[in-house]
């Protein structure tokens, strides 16, 4: 679910491969729920901006509503009944979370659809075949070319065959890289990400992972530039510090003979000076070359004659490439994706965070949780419930007075409070000015930003209490919660 909800904020990047494979399968409901999706990001990034505007929020909320939701609607999603007419009675006003109810039910439809998109890509990932194309240019010059070389060719016997791509693969069978060749081989690896990663998995497995980082560091040294003197110098450094010891070049698994590594020494100006001083470009490129000797005579031919080769290419490193994606897409903190320099909301996570909060029974227990870590915070969940009343009161259209003297007590209560501090929740004071100073003026959306403020706070929470909560059972959870407060409270005194 987790790595579907991020490929589907990607997808206008990707050139929307899930959204067309939906609309290729024939399936109403699936191409239907993935163009909510997006309507429905549209909807959620208004109360974002900077500056809300209701009307626009409005008029979104309506589309979604006929578009997909309403009994009569163009491109229905299938929600329930229920669970349409819930939409349809807190449509005035719109809040954020009107529409998570469907949001959560396209997800668990759009599963389906992308566990399919998935073992079809993996199939065709397994069909994809090389296939060798010779190109020739047919000229006079090149013709006269040819006859030239046809000429040479009856003294072929007296020259040695040399490694080209056809019969490379015979030398590594037979356990030889040319010397030649071994750095242009690990130069190509560099460029190419994916045999660079079956590459080190392979040495991983075999315990030789230090030989590939080595050759790389240095590697990377002699493409810095003359002129960065002061980068130079801290790689050098770096270099020294990872691999010029005991446990590695001048060690018993060190890629350099005994003869060897004292020829360095030397060369270094000794043992003392290698410890203590800036290592010289001579003395790295020598490394460098024992390190690249290693790796061609017995790790090259190994992994590139090896027949588990292409299981690499087939299981580990599909999985790699995909936990990379999902890696990149985790950088979204967790279950919110920063938009426009915004955090915005839109995953399973959050929806069911929200609904832990409105359980009386898991939000007392998650206030307990959190007021060991500052009373402000479970300040935070009761303020969180009172905003949510106040919306549902907004939506059951009370009288003008109820309304507002329930925006009073929730101001006075949490915001400007008689009881110091005055600000009895964790949000800036900018924020709890405005409320206080414009409460008319922002009209139903008046905690909005004070209300996802709490929510972002409180959400770096939640995981950490499911796994607290994971290990006890339910009646064990409270007496915990109590003993560690008073444990808490004692260590103040």
Known sequence: ?????????????????????????????????????????????????????????????????????????????????NKKYEIYQKMEPPFEDLFDSAE?????????????????????????????????????????????????????????????????????????????????????LLRNKLKLEQFRLFLEENFAIMDLLCWIDIEQFRRMLHKEKGKREEKSKDIKNKYLNKKYFFGPNSPATREQQEQLMQLGGGWGQILHDQVSSPVLLEIQKYVQMRLGKKWLPLFLSNEQAGTYKKTKVMD??????????????????????????????????????????????????????????????LFWQEVQKYKDMCHSHCDDVTIQNKITAIINCFINSAIPPALQIDIPVEQAQKIVEHRRELGPYVFREAQMTIFA?????????????????????????????????????
């Open 457 to 493: 706070l409180l959400f770096k929470f939640w995981p950490k209490f499911c796994e607290f909560r994971s290990n006890l059972a339910d009646e064990k959870i409270l007496p915990v919660l109590g003993r560690k407060k008073e444990k808490k409270n004692w260590q103040i005194l």
């Open 1 to 81: 679910m987790e790595s579907m909800l991020q490929s589907l904020y990607v997808e206008n990047k990707a050139g929307y491969f899930f959204t067309r494979f939906c609309e290729k399968s024939g399936n109403k409901l699936w191409k239907n729920s993935t163009y909510f999706w997006f309507d429905l990001q549209t909807y959620h990034q208004h109360f974002y901006q900077e500056t809300l505007h209701p009307f626009k929020i409005c008029k979104q909320a309506q589309f979604l509503y006929a578009t997909y939701i309403a009994p009569s609607a163009s491109m229905g999603i299938g929600l329930q009944q």
């Open 104 to 188: 959560e039910y396209i997800l668990t439809l759009l599963l389906e659809p992308w566990m399919k998109m998935v073992e079809v890509d993996k199939c065709i990932y397994e069909e994809v075949e090389l296939v060798e194309e010779t190109r020739q240019l047919d000229s006079v010059y090149f013709r006269k070319l040819q006859a030239l070389h046809q000429e040479s060719v009856s003294k072929k016997d007296e020259v040695r065959e040399a490694p080209t791509s056809k019969n490379k693969l015979i030398f590594y069978q037979r356990g030889q890289v040319p010397d030649e060749c071994t750095g242009s081989i690990l130069r190509d």
């Open 320 to 381: 790699i490439a995909e936990d990379l994606l999902i890696q990149r897409n985790e950088k979204r903190n967790g279950a919110w994706k920063h938009v426009d320099n915004k955090w915005v909301s839109s995953s399973r996570e959050i929806i069911t965070f929200r609904k832990a909060l409105l359980n009386p029974v898991t939000a007392f227990q998650f206030q307990r949780f959190v007021s060991l870590k500052g009373d402000l915070l479970g300040n935070g969940v």
